[in-house]
């Protein structure tokens, strides 16, 4: 991609479609080879996989996107520019079309080859990754991806299909039907009925896909296109919340073959985030997302590959080396496993809950959520920091929000600033010895019911829009046999292990190393561990730290 069809501030232009200077063109020469291009030539199309990079000695090219109405204009590129995004680095399939306007002389530099530059040249790695990130925010903000996503605000599924979407970072195009007059048409043009919304038109592949699951949508993308899955890795990382993209990281950095293994979207519950303010470094706060996509970003520049939308469901840990067994039969082998797969929300036993999520109930506080509830009332149920920054975060749009608290205080699991944020803003009714007991409505939520158990008064209020962030519970189902649990699910570590246990468990002379399971070479990490902090600075320092105990454990094999 180059410059902008729509010209931006003259700085963010600048950064985001930079000129090289003859010196760096120099040290991108000596790897590149010379391609005469003349008016017309096709480079890169979308759906492309492994697409070059190139750089324009001279000439020109546009970069468009083509739609059910023809191509619109992405971008144009002119002598000293060069082209790409983020797929350039992820490896995924290519969003854009690129044509030559003007013949002239390009260089041209496979992907393996442009990877290798950015990993030992620190000044063309800062200007190419801080040009591939913005740009892909542009395609972001324009949605000009390589699909379409047809659906309606009213559908579960379509809220699925979208946070997928966002919170992996691809662009995308929404079409609304309940606003958009011209849906119909192209509804009729591809034979839709009503209940089979939403519909995926995947323009990588030409596909159309009626209410599609999370894996074929990820699968329409080319997500995991080009791992090799027979391929026996130094380390498989399972789940990328921030333990688990630290961990990626420094794998990748200290030259690890490390894939790592998210059942939904990179971030964790920190994702769902809408602003982390207590994380170092970022005095004025971090949204989870972001924070997110800056680390895969990270960990893809230093070579870690990602796998989206699998879920692991057995470890096979009878003999090294341990396998990771996926929801499709695949088993993907590893020296070495960090186990990052966090906690999920617990799901208070209430009627009428699983009708309602996705229709009323959300389990995250993101953008797309507050558009939802606008102006209306809301209640978040919870007292951990989740569920005082989604109070903090939904109060500036929701009409007032209603925070559910079932014991008598929070200062226990909340921090001070954030207490004291809920205390003082009038558009948070905070209710302690206070929770849900009803939930009613036809297709979409419509009213909540509370009791205060400190009294026993109950009411009822008609709010369509419930947020959840109450209790953890660890996703450790799949370790059952293989590594000691406490009582409550989470993964004994080091010393706890043996301590934890009527008869020894550890089966080496050595002893386990601080973050190692009870199986040799299996670490936990973040919130699956039994005694973790519950915080993303503690999460990402543990996912560090392991990385430097698996390299002594590699050492022993």
Known sequence: MASPAVPSALDSRTQTFPVLTTPQI??????????HVETGDILFQPGDMDVPFFVLLSGGME??????????????????????????????????????????????????????????????????????ILRRLELINRGQGNLILMGSRHSAQTLRLREFLNRNGHPYTYVDLETDKTSQEILDRFSVRVDEIPVIICGGTGFVFRN??????????????????????????????????????????????????????????????????????????????ELANRAIVQAQKFGARMMIAHDVVQLDCAKRPYKVILDNGTKLA???????????????????????????????????????????EVVVVGRGNSAGQAAVYLSQTASKVHMLVRSGELSDTMSRYLIQRIEQNPAIDLRYKTEIIAL??????????????????????NIRHVFIMAGASPRTDWLRGC????????????????????????????????????LPGVFAVGDVRSGNVKRVASAVGEGAIAIHLVHRVLAEL
Request: charge should be negative; glycine fraction near 12%; hydrophobic fraction near 35%.
């Open 26 to 35: 120099d040290r991108i020469r000596s790897l590149a080879r010379l391609k």
């Open 63 to 132: 970069i468009v996107q083509p739609d059910l109405t023809g191509e619109r204009p992405v971008a144009t590129h002119g002598p000293g520019e060069f082209t790409g995004e983020i797929t350039m680095i992820s490896g995924k399939r290519c969003l854009v079309r690129g044509r030559v306007t003007e013949p002239g002389e390009f260089l041209e530099l496979a992907g393996d080859g442009l990877r290798s530059l950015i990993a030992r040249d620190a000044e063309l790695s800062e200007i190419f990754m801080r040009a591939f």
């Open 483 to 518: 590594v000691a649990l406490d009582d409550k699910g989470f993964i004994l570590t080091g010393r706890d292990i043996d301590v934890a246990s009527e008869k020894p468990i550890w089966p080496l002379q050595r002893p386990p190393q601080m973050l190692e399971t009870s």
């Open 212 to 289: 599609p699951t999370i894996p074929k949508l990820a699968d329409c993308l080319g997500f995991n296109a080009g791992i090799d899955e027979t391929q026996l890795r130094d380390l498989i990382i399972v789940g990328a919340g921030p333990s688990g993209l630290a961990a990626a990281v420094y794998a990748g950095s200290e030259g690890l073959d490390v894939l790592v293994v998210e059942t939904e979207a990179p971030g964790g519950q920190a994702g769902s985030s809408s602003k982390i303010e207590n994380y170092l470094g970022f005095p004025t706060g971090v949204s989870g997302q």
């Open 440 to 461: 009613d409505g036809d297709t979409h939520l419509e009213r909540v019911t509370w009791r205060n158990n400190a009294t026993g008064e109950t009411s009822t209020r």
């Open 334 to 376: 590893t020296r070495s496993l960090v186990i990052a797969t966090g906690a999920q929300y617990k799901k208070p036993g209430i009627l009428n809950l699983a009708k309602f999520e996705g229709q009323g109930i959300y389990y995250g506080a993101t953008f797309m959520e507050a558009q939802l509830c606008e102006q209306e």
